[in-house]
């Protein structure tokens, strides 16, 4: 057999290729400047092709499980061409941030050919002050953020001297692509080992019947508070709306020590932070276009990564999700932020992320078709209004080819009738989002941008002022 199990999609993998449709792309990437001059094309091709064998994925394509007898498999393009993945373009000139966002969402807009492996990566040459960028497009299915990460820095290095990749001694060749029979015999036996799965852990259980109980008695209560989060929807609001395929796209700079010194006056967390600044631009928003905020609690999407220590480095997504509350009812800033504190606090400590993950466990044993409508469903505009997503990047200084990545902004994806997204991104001690809309339903987006900003400026003011009444005032006297 060519392939094995490790080759199938996953659940949640195979979620994210469901839920993609003609204005639903489920790409997400990353806009990362670097100081220039840019390197010429040649060494960018080289340096990608001489750390392709660390990401065995990029030179893969899916093929579908004929009969429906599993999820599509991941398997070796034979026809892979490195030109075509990774691409070359120039703003005109002078190159504004204003050409760079637009070159953003215009890539954005495209949908990944399902035919050939799921990324692309493009060099844009061109940007003013002598800099130039890199635009990373990866569909959902191949990677989540944190692994993300790891893959990032597959081709950056860590000092202004490229690293050298201990390379296989072997060229690369495409293992041979299975046939209809193989896939047919690989997937019912991947249904077989879903069912020895299940079996052992029943007799696991049988073993262990306290531990058994202890555990089924939280998941159970998981899913319970997942249903009941079905039952209380998310409110409709002019986020929620049929959507197009073209994109806009926007950033917000900070910096993290901003964010760190409103979280040490207030309590709580750097996420916290985050979504109350979100909260605090949506409101804004919402009541620029006349929708009155009193009474409205809007609901984020926020992943939560599951991958542990050990796997690091590893493709595919260890992802579940909790539904954090924006309260934009709340005129104050400072309750706002103490409003998301506790209540994430109090989401952290229930059973909510536990019945997601449950759910994605028990979608591993679903077929195909059972496995499409479960996966609309965890991305229904019932349960959340918008995607907030948070990764902490590293806070050291990355390089290219000598050429130090200076700003790095996420991109995240919009599922179907969700009209923002927001992705954050922590690096070198700065802390950037993202912005990602529709085109048409928010004509607008610069307005949210300016309105995170200055919520992140006035609760900086706020966090100051708060810290300098705690100090004692410096004593008269002195010895």
Not at 126 to 145: R, V
Not at 236 to 259: C, K, M, Q, W
Not at 390 to 396: A, E, L, S, T, W
Request: charged fraction near 25%; charge should be negative.
């Amino acid at each position: 057999m060519a392939h094995h199990e490790s080759d199938r999609l996953t659940a949640v993998d195979a979620g994210f290729l469901h839920q993609e449709g003609p204005t639903s792309h489920m790409h997400i990437g990353g806009l990362i400047v670097f100081e220039g001059p840019p390197p010429p094309f040649d060494e960018v091709l080289d340096t990608v092709r001489g750390r392709l064998h660390l990401l065995p994925r990029y030179r893969q394509r899916l093929e579908p499980a004929p009969l429906q007898t599993g999820n599509p498999v991941w398997i070796d393009d034979p026809g892979f061409n490195l030109e075509y993945h990774v691409r070359r373009t120039a703003l005109p000139c002078p190159g504004r941030r204003t050409q760079l966002r637009e070159a953003t969402a215009q890539i954005f807009s495209q949908r990944l050919d399902r035919s050939k492996p799921l990324w692309e990566l493009w060099v844009i040459e061109g940007l003013e002050n002598d800099h130039w960028a890199l635009i990373s497009k990866t569909h959902h299915a191949l990677i989540d953020g944190l692994s993300g990460i790891d893959i990032g820095t597959a081709l950056l290095d860590l000092g202004p001297e490229p690293m050298e990749i201990p390379h296989p001694d072997e060229a690369w060749r495409a293992r041979p692509v299975p046939t209809s029979t193989e896939l047919l015999t690989d997937g019912a036996l991947g249904l077989v080992r879903s069912g020895l799965v299940g079996a052992a852990r029943t007799l696991d259980a049988l073993a262990r019947p306290k531990a058994a109980l202890a555990r089924a008695k939280e998941v159970t209560e998981g899913v319970g508070e997942m249903a009941w989060a079905l039952l209380n929807p998310a409110p409709s609001t002019p986020l929620n709306v049929t959507i197009g395929s073209h994109r806009r796209y926007r950033a917000v700079e900070s910096d993290l020590a901003t964010f760190k010194r409103i979280k040490d006056a207030f309590g709580g967390t750097v996420n916290d932070v985050v979504l109350a600044v979100v909260t605090s631009g949506l409101r804004a928003w919402l009541e620029r276009r006349g929708v009155r905020p009193q009474g409205l609690e809007l609901r984020a999407l926020v992943p939560v990564s599951i991958r542990t220590a050990d796997q690091h480095g590893q493709l595919g997504n260890r992802l579940t999700a909790m539904r954090g509350p924006l309260p934009v009812f709340l005129e104050d800033p400072v309750e706002r932020m103490e409003f998301i504190r506790e209540a994430m606090k109090d989401l952290k400590d229930s059973k909510q992320a536990l019945g997601a993950e449950t759910i994605a466990n028990v979608q591993s044993f679903a077929p195909p078709t059972i496995l499409a409508q479960a996966s609309r469903l965890t991305f229904s505009t019932r349960l959340f209004n918008l995607l907030v997503t948070n990764v902490p990047g590293p806070q050291f200084p990355l390089y290219f080819r000598g050429r130090e990545m200076v700003r790095a902004f996420p991109i995240a994806f919009l599922p179907k009738d969700h009209a923002l997204a927001v992705a954050i991104m922590s690096y070198n001690g700065a802390i950037n989002f993202g912005l990602i809309a529709d085109h048409d339903a928010i004509p607008d987006l610069k307005l949210i941008a300016d309105a995170i900003a200055d919520a992140i400026d006035e609760l900086d003011t706020l966090a100051r002022k708060r810290t300098e009444q705690r100090e004692p005032a410096p004593s008269a006297e002195r010895a």
